[in-house]
């Protein structure tokens, strides 16, 4: 299990950008899948966007399509989540994780994930 935390959310106007960051503890990061999650008020958690360990494959929900892009950082421990023409919809708690799976076996599936962070709030306003 790896230690995670976020940073980087905050209040945006509707077509804004922000940019989260996530800090990862542990010798094997190299080895986890990396992805991004979130939750608004009175739903589910979501995927938004995961990327591999090696390769750096990257894998977007439909509505993080063209507008996200995750990164990663080995060196640093880093993982990144840019948000671009955010809308009022992206409202939500954002979350980073972990999986020790591989990417493909992962699909969109949280359960797949054995390390959370606290979460960051992203608030975007019309």
């Known amino acids: 299990q790896v230690q995670l935390v976020e940073s980087g959310g905050g209040l945006v106007q509707a077509g804004g950008s922000l940019r989260l960051s996530c800090t990862a503890s542990?010798?094997?990061?190299?080895?986890?899948?990396m992805g991004w999650f979130r939750q608004a008020p009175g739903k589910e958690r979501e995927f938004v966007a995961a990327?591999?360990?090696?390769?750096?494959?990257?894998s977007y929900a439909d509505s993080a399509k063209g507008r996200f892009t995750i990164s990663r950082d080995n060196a640093k421990l880093m993982v990144y989540l840019q948000m671009n023409e955010l809308k009022p919809e992206d409202t939500a708690i954002y979350y980073c994780?972990?999986?020790?799976?591989?990417?493909?076996?992962?699909?969109?599936?949280?359960?797949?994930?054995?390390?959370w962070g606290e979460g960051t709030q992203v608030t975007v306003s019309s």
């Open positions: 994780a972990a999986s020790s799976r591989g990417i493909a076996s992962i699909g969109m599936n949280s359960t797949a994930f054995g390390s």
């Open positions: 542990g010798r094997t990061f190299t080895t986890y899948t």
């Open positions: 990327i591999s360990r090696f390769t750096g494959t990257t």
